[in-house]
Every structure is written in structure tokens, then in C-alpha cells.
């Protein structure tokens, strides 16, 4: 059983459309991490959210952290090819849980 | 500043033999995790260095080891190869492991392919 369930799994959408990806937990957190990767890359640090229900925005992402801190949300508005990828969410400091990722891909 | 790097950035092995990664991790990090991401099992935790120590280990058999050196760099190991450990084998260094300081940056991994 994985600690972090990340749904979907793989989502194909086409340029300008908005979607949303999951991550969840029957586990509390103390915080959680969201990572974008590019093929032949390490995974990137996006944003660590710490507080439950907290709203965090980088351009035109926005995480959501749940009140219970279990779990997790990244929505993406106007998708663009760029935004194509590989998204995890993780917890943990040292030693990082991963999610098994969403695979995004984003048509022109 | 410089990020993380991992060489060799691609590997081919033959079953059996054995293999060393590096990493060298962001000047002034001591804190190196090492990770395997393969298709089936996504990524997963192999283990973690602070200061020369080894602070935790995922669960994977002890062919994989790995050690970290005065300066921080870490090398992890693989003996008797399998077909199963190919994989992209990433590391990630941070200031700390714990606490408020442990954002992890990675490099961008060695490709090892097992046949």
C-alpha cells in the first residue's frame, strides 16, 4: 500500500485547458512537497506546504494543502506544453515518500 | 552556485558485475539521499548520509550500499547485478535532514541499464 496516492496517473489534455492533481493520505502531515520532472531530470522542488488548508500560488499553479493535513491538491489553470511532465508529491525531510507521480501532457 | 552532480550519466552493465555512482552535492549540503525511480515502482528511498553517517535506509537487499565522504560527496554500490536494477538512480542533497532546512536538490542521475 502506498503512503501517497496520487490520481490520475496519466492525464492528456490540450493547451489552454485546467485540471487538477491529487495526492492523498489516510496519514497526517507535517508538511508536503510537490516536484515537477522533465524527462532525462531530477525532480525540481515546486512548493512546500506546511499549514493545513493552505494556499499556495506559483503563477498560474495553485497547491492546496488539506485541514487535516492528508492530503493535497495542485491545480493548474490554462495548461500550456511547457507545463508537460512528471508531477510527485512527497513527505519527509532526509528520506522523501513519494507519491507515484501523474504524468501530464499538455497538446498544443 | 553549482547543483548536484551524479556521473556517470549513463551506464551498461552485464548481470553480476558490480557498480559505483557518484554524487557531489551542492557546496555546503551534508545531507545526500539516494533514490530509484524505475517505471513499475516509481521512486523510491535507497538511503541517507549526514555528516559520514548513514541516518536511514530504505528497503532494498544489501547489495546496495553506499558511504559518504569528509567532504560530503557520496558513492553508492551495487554488486551481483540483476536485470531488475536497472533504473534511474537519482541523489538529492540539503543543508539538513530534519527540521526546516531540508529542501532537496537533485541532480539529474545515472542511468544504468543491467544486461
Known amino acids: 500500500t502506498q503512503l501517497l496516492e496520487q490520481s490520475p496517473q496519466f492525464l492528456s489534455i490540450q493547451e489552454g485547458e485546467n485540471l487538477t492533481v491529487y495526492c492523498n493520505s489516510s496519514s497526517v502531515f507535517s508538511s508536503l512537497q510537490w516536484y515537477r520532472q522533465e524527462p532525462g531530470e531530477g525532480p525540481v522542488l515546486l512548493v512546500t506546504v506546511v499549514t493545513g488548508g493552505e494556499v499556495k500560488k506559483l503563477k498560474r499553479l495553485t497547491f492546496q494543502f488539506g485541514d487535516a493535513r492528508k492530503d493535497s491538491s495542485l491545480h493548474i489553470t490554462a495548461a500550456q506544453p511547457g507545463d508537460t511532465g512528471l508531477y510527485l508529491c512527497?513527505?519527509?525531510?532526509?528520506?522523501?515518500?513519494f507519491g507515484q507521480g501523474t504524468e501530464l501532457s499538455v497538446k498544443p | 552556485k553549482a547543483g548536484v552532480t551524479q556521473t556517470p550519466r549513463y551506464l551498461i552493465k552485464t548481470r553480476g558485475q558490480q557498480v559505483t555512482l557518484s554524487c557531489s552535492p551542492i557546496?555546503?549540503?551534508?545531507?545526500v539521499s539516494w533514490y530509484q525511480q524505475t517505471p513499475g515502482q516509481g521512486l523510491q528511498f535507497l538511503f541517507e548520509?549526514?555528516?559520514?553517517?548513514?541516518?536511514n535506509k530504505g528497503n532494498f537487499p544489501g547489495r546496495f550500499s553506499g558511504r559518504q565522504f569528509s567532504n560530503s560527496r557520496s558513492e553508492m554500490n551495487v554488486s551481483t547485478l540483476e536485470l531488475g536494477d536497472s533504473a534511474l538512480y537519482l541523489c538529492a542533497s540539503s543543508l539538513f535532514s530534519r527540521g526546516m532546512d531540508t529542501e532537496a536538490f537533485f541532480g539529474q542521475g545515472t542511468r544504468l541499464t543491467v544486461v
Open positions: 557546496s555546503g549540503h551534508r545531507s
Open positions: 512527497a513527505v519527509g525531510g532526509g528520506k522523501l515518500i
Open positions: 548520509y549526514f555528516s559520514e553517517t548513514q541516518r
